[in-house]
Structure formats: structure tokens, C-alpha cells
């Protein structure tokens, strides 16, 4: 099946989504700031998405959260585990 629609069309309905409120859903995080903020900051982190102003707000507001910040403790310590473990 083909798409409809425009790439740049979406992305801007997109920055507009996260410019009306603090979140999507309003001023309060929602699982539906998981889903979209997830494909944002993985968007601009390898170059799929643009970085505009409004989407780098947006992803810090959501990266600076205490229970993301938490995870990537986690992750960021199971990494140098990994890391330091012999291989072969």
C-alpha cells in the first residue's frame, strides 16, 4: 500500500501538536508523549527529523523527566557493565 500525504505535512502537523501545550494531550504526560516523544528524540537523533525549535523543547521537557532520567541511569550503567565484560 502507498502512503498519503506529504512528509513535510506531517511534520508539521506534528510541531504543531507539541506546541499547543506543554504535552500533547495538554499539560499533563500521557503514554501518548511516550509514543510520540520516542519517534521525536530517535528522529533527530539520527537525522530522520529535523530539529526545530519546538521538537527540541518538547523532547528536553520529556528527557529531563525524573523517571527518564532514572532509565537512562540504568541503561547508561547496564551499558559499561557490558562493556566491560570480556568477550570470546
Known sequence: MMGY?????????????????????GNGFTAADVYVGSGIG?????GMIEKRPAFEQYWGRLS???????????????????????TG
Do not use: N, W
Not at 506531517?10 to 501538536?17: F, G, K, N, T, Y
Not at 530517535?42 to 539520527?46: K, T
Not at 529531563?64 to 566491560?84: G, T, V
Open 5 to 25: 500525504g506529504r512528509f513535510e505535512t506531517v511534520i508539521d502537523v506534528l510541531e504543531a501538536a507539541v506546541s499547543r501545550a506543554e504535552y500533547v494531550v
Open 42 to 46: 530517535f528522529g533527530m537523533q539520527f
Open 64 to 86: 529531563s523527566r525524573p523517571a527518564a532520567l532514572r532509565a537512562k541511569e540504568i541503561d547508561d550503567s547496564l551499558a559499561a557493565q557490558q562493556q566491560a565484560q570480556p
